[in-house]
């Protein structure tokens, strides 16, 4: 049960993980707790310039949007992703909810 639950929803390959830039850098890509708004913007475009130089930006991009990642993944911070119309999710209850709706979706499309 636990397992499904940080499952990614949507299955995609990984591999390009292995190619990012941000390797080792997880401080700038991730916010810490009680971080002040401005000490987030200067985190995040630190971030944004090691994103625009790295060869996985497309599918880091796509990875964090289509399982509601948190955090800053491929030129993106959460509240972009939530503009875009990909609002990240809370860790436990809002991935469930979203990997129910497209399980209740794919069903609806198959019958
Ligand atoms: S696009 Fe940014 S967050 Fe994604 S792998 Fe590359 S450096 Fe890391």
């Not at 639950?5 to 401080?27: I, N, Q, R």
């Not at 491929?74 to 209850?93: K, L």
Request: one cysteine or more; proline letters at 5%.
């Amino acid at each position: 049960m636990l397992d499904s639950m940080y499952a990614p929803l949507v299955e995609m390959s990984t591999e390009w993980m292995g190619d990012g830039a941000c390797s080792g850098k997880s401080d700038l890509f991730f916010a810490p707790f009680a971080e002040r708004p401005e000490a987030r913007v200067r985190r995040e475009n630190q971030a944004r310039t090691i994103c625009e130089e790295c060869s996985a930006l497309g599918q880091c991009r796509t990875w964090a949007r289509e399982n509601r990642e948190l955090g800053f993944w491929g030129g993106e911070s959460e509240a972009e992703r939530a503009a875009a119309g990909f609002a990240p999710t809370t860790p436990i209850i809002g991935r469930r909810r979203v990997a129910e709706e497209r399980a209740a979706k794919a069903l609806a499309k198959a019958v």
